[in-house]
């Protein structure tokens, strides 16, 4: 887990009937800091919500009997616990009826990973829960989370959505070395049934913009996958 971990940990409550997502959840917020316990129905989750304190919800609609709505609407009867909504269903009316519960925000199935832990930060940041930095320095690298903005040695550098969170997954994990497979997890998302190869055309094209030839900070680890090194 990073250094900046402390004993008084976010709690967060995943509510999901698929096992892969629940996993996705715990290792990836798990990583982050983050406690991640786990719900796979609706009533099991109500239960745990009575008895036990959490700074965050994050909550399937399509649930097994009480599904994610129902779920929303008694909670909110008696608790201002911030709700992260999932769904498979991208309908506006969907994501109205989940705010109009009382929901903090929206993510429709499959996100990346970064999507998802941006969208944790924001909730928790309104809710006045310490997060993360905004700001991420790594050699003469700055990059601003809020912003959306990457510099080096001063300079601004014009990134795609894709490779500023390819940039952030790797400044964030420095010295730890990543296969292929779980860039494409962390960074696509869970549910991205892509080429490894992509991975490498997105480094590549990083590289070229940071101005990292040869690789000096983004390194190829051969035969395993890629680090982020910055001595």
Known sequence: MPESQTENLVRILAVDDEPNIIEFLRVGLGYEGYQVDAA???RVAL???RQETFD???LDVMLPGLDGFEICKRVRANSNVPILMLTARDEVPDRVTGLDLGADDYLTKPFSFAELLGRVRAILRRRGVVVAQALV???DIALDREAHTVER????ITLTAKEFEL??????HPRQVF???????RVWGYDYAGDTS?????IGHLRDKLGDRPPRLLRTVHGVGYVWRED
Not at 153 to 156: D, H, T, V
Not at 179 to 185: F, S
Not at 198 to 202: G, K, M, P, S, T
């Open 198 to 202: 992509l991975v490498d055309v997105h």
């Open 56 to 58: 965050l919800v994050i």
């Open 167 to 172: 940039l952030e997954f790797f400044m964030t």
């Open 40 to 42: 796979m129905d609706g």
């Open 179 to 185: 296969r292929r497979e779980v860039i494409l997890d």
């Open 137 to 139: 320095r790594g050699a």
């Open 153 to 156: 040695a001063g300079n601004s």
């Open 47 to 49: 239960d745990r919500l």
